[in-house]
């Protein structure tokens, strides 16, 4: 038989941390059919691709983005899939657009993501006419999606959709019928095809908007008791835990590492978000390992790191980019919304 398209010549990664080799690849149906030492026989293959000098591997996941409001907008996804990623992730850090108001999502994610709010909102205002979570994986059942999509819910916005926003960005404790209405919105999220749930403690990341202008994520206000509700429900539905620890103390990692444990319970899923890298912090690594073994050997856990794979360089024109939140003199500018005001 024929193959639908040959990969020739290239050097092949198959994912598993083994050392890329020469391979040729027949695909028939759109799938591997065989990887071969030596070339396969071209007759009547519709395509053929000569790969040498290039790498051949299975696409890229990219467990962690805030692509929410780029994939309404530009569902292709073109710079992420020209890359090979082919498997995206959103609804991270807490902020999803699952469940609230276009407002209360733009105001949610633009300071945040440093995009500008006038680009943002009037797309959510034109497209989100969805407020549940059976709305919103209809609403991407239909676009023209380039890569693979999956999100958590965001317990920030879960937060707002539930207690509104004025309310989840003070240190207001939910009612009892609202965290039974948070649980049952959970429930229904991951119903819908949500992977799990992501929070927030660290309080750097900050609202846009008129009504909670400068705001922590309504995330970082919520109680332990909240977050163990929600988490119960997690873990019996065998779905993911996502979350960043508090980035000044870091004294609640230990909280999440409980969390995951599995002494007589079902193991909690949990992926902690860290973007320290080794050249700030040289010793990261020993640490992440160290707290991943006790973690998942000791607590018998299910917990993963999200760590940075190498140091890189960024560089910032003008102060509307979150990343000075966090220094105290660049918390203190980007709290002063008038831009004149600002670099004066």
């Excluded at 994986?137 to 707002?160: C, I, K, M, T």
């Excluded at 909240?226 to 620890?245: I, T």
């Amino acid at each position: 038989m024929s193959y639908d398209i040959i990969i020739k010549n290239g050097l092949y990664f198959d994912g598993s941390g083994a050392p890329g080799a020469l391979r040729h690849i027949g695909i028939r149906d759109g799938k591997i059919d065989v990887l071969a030492l030596s070339p396969l026989d071209e007759d009547g293959c519709g395509e053929v691709i000569d790969a040498e000098g290039h790498w051949v591997t299975p696409g890229f996941l990219e467990i962690h983005s805030h692509y929410d409001a780029e994939v309404i907008a530009a569902p292709a996804l073109k710079e992420s899939v020209r890359h090979g990623v082919t498997s995206v992730t959103i609804g991270s850090c807490s902020i999803s657009m699952v469940l609230a108001e276009a407002e209360d999502c733009s105001d949610l994610f633009t300071r945040v993501e440093a995009v500008p709010r006038e680009y943002v909102l009037p797309i959510l205002l034109e497209k989100k006419t969805w407020r549940d979570a059976r709305g919103y994986r209809a609403f991407y059942d239909q676009l023209p999606l380039g890569p693979n999509v999956n999100s958590f819910l965001g317990h920030s916005e879960l937060r707002v959709a539930v207690m509104g926003l004025q309310r989840a960005t003070r240190r207001v404790k939910p009612s009892e019928a609202e965290l039974a209405r948070m649980e049952q919105l959970l429930e229904e999220a991951l119903d819908a095809g949500c992977i799990g749930l992501s929070v927030m403690t660290t309080r750097l990341d900050k609202m846009d908007g008129d009504r909670a202008w400068s705001s922590p994520l309504p995330s970082t206000f919520a109680s332990w008791k909240e977050f163990s509700r929600l988490f119960a429900v997690l873990r019996r539905r065998g779905a993911v835990l996502q979350g960043a620890p508090n980035a000044v103390t870091k004294v609640n990692v230990f909280a999440f590492l409980w969390q995951a444990h599995g002494w007589f319970r079902k193991p909690l899923k949990c992926t902690m978000l860290t973007a320290l890298d080794l050249k700030s912090q040289p010793l990261l690594h020993r640490f992440t390992r160290l707290s991943g073994w006790l973690a998942n050997r000791v607590l018998r856990g299910h917990f993963r790191w999200q760590t940075l794979p190498a140091p890189f360089t960024l560089r910032l024109e003008g102060l509307n980019v979150n990343a000075f939140e966090e220094f105290g003199a660049g918390e203190v500018l980007r709290d002063i919304k008038d831009p004149d005001e600002l670099y004066a």
